[in-house]
Nanobody
């Protein structure tokens, strides 16, 4: 069974940082492109960042320079380091297997507010 287990969400003030983690199982993780999506209330689910099996990365313009995606193939885990958080980053963040039909995890809530 394919499974993505996410952790690391929480509530922070603007300018703060969080690191999200996603442990994957049931896939050949080392050969799989992984990513993170987010969905704010009343908004569509948008792709935030991706990382290939060779560790090539790309980011949405809204998070460039602030977020970093990385992976640890020995742990079958992908991370999203989020710095300089803004209120508009508030959303449920979803780990994803990037393929023709994406597979998402359960999501973890990030709230950025005063």
């Amino acid at each position: 069974q394919v499974q993505l287990v996410e952790s690391g969400g929480g509530s922070v003030q603007p300018g703060g940082s969080l690191r999200l983690s996603c442990a994957a199982s049931g896939i050949n993780f080392g050969a799989t492109t992984m990513g993170w999506y987010r969905q704010a209330p009343g908004k569509q689910r948008d792709l935030v960042a991706t990382i290939t099996s060779g560790s090539g990365t790309n980011y949405a313009d809204s998070v460039k320079g602030r977020f970093t995606i990385s992976r640890d193939n020995a742990k079958n885990t992908v991370y999203l380091q989020m710095n300089s958080l803004k209120p508009e980053d508030t959303a449920v963040y979803y780990c994803a297997i990037i393929r023709f039909l994406p597979v998402w995890g359960q999501g973890t809530l990030v709230t950025v507010s005063q």
